[in-house]
C-alpha cells in the first residue's frame, strides 16, 4: 500500500502548484482518489472516457479558513 507521502509526492508531480501542507490536510482515502483524478487527466480525452465520482461525493467541493 502506498503511503500518504508518497501520495503527496505523486500530486506534486502532476500537479506542481498543490502545496504540500495543504495536501497532508487530507487523509489517504481522499489523497489516492485524487491522484486517480490527475491520472486520468493525463490521458486522451475521446468519447470514451470517464470520471466517475464517487456516491458520496459532491459535484464541488471548498474548504474554508478557521476564522
Known amino acids: 500500500m502506498i503511503s500518504k507521502e508518497q501520495l503527496i509526492e505523486h500530486i506534486q ?5 498543490a502545496r504540500r501542507d495543504w495536501l497532508a490536510v487530507f487523509d489517504v482515502s481522499a489523497l489516492q ?3 486517480d483524478h490527475l491520472m486520468m487527466t493525463l490521458e486522451p480525452r475521446d468519447r470514451t472516457s470517464r470520471w466517475m465520482r464517487i456516491p458520496s461525493g459532491h459535484a464541488a467541493v471548498t474548504r474554508r479558513p478557521r476564522s
Open 13 to 17: 508531480q502532476i500537479n506542481q502548484s
Open 33 to 35: 482518489h485524487y491522484l
